[in-house]
């Protein structure tokens, strides 16, 4: 971590490794700006942040599913972040996978095509 503090975007802001990276960054003076789908959880989030460091926080709402909201979500960060960390993702079950197509689909589009498109 570069000792510049600038501004850090956890993108699945309320996973544990998200929480844990955003108060690494928090705790190093960062402003973070958590992304998650479920606002509630998300603000429980920053809110901690603010309580456990002196660095600033907010949230963005993020459902890395909805491709189509990307372009919105980066217009309205206004600058971009230093730092990108992306910890969405979901642990598929491999016997489900093989004979649900939906769910190995979910999973795919979770793991991997949101987060590059993104």
């Known amino acids: ?22 108060l690494v960054y928090a705790e190093h003076g960062w402003k973070v700006i958590l992304t998650a789908r479920n606002g509630e959880e998300g603000l429980r989030e920053v809110n901690h942040l603010l309580t456990a460091s002196q660095a600033k926080a907010e949230l963005c709402r993020l459902d890395i599913l909805d491709t189509e909201s990307f372009g919105p979500f980066i217009d309205s960060l206004g600058t971009l972040p230093n730092t990108v960390v992306c910890v969405v993702g979901m642990l598929p079950t491999q016997s489900r996978a093989v004979a649900d197509t939906a769910y190995a689909s979910l999973s795919l589009r ?7 498109i993104l």
């Open 1 to 22: 971590m570069t000792t510049q503090p600038g501004t850090a975007l956890i993108i699945g802001g309320t996973s544990d490794i998200g929480r844990a990276t955003a």
């Open 110 to 116: 979770t793991n991997f095509e949101g987060p590059a």
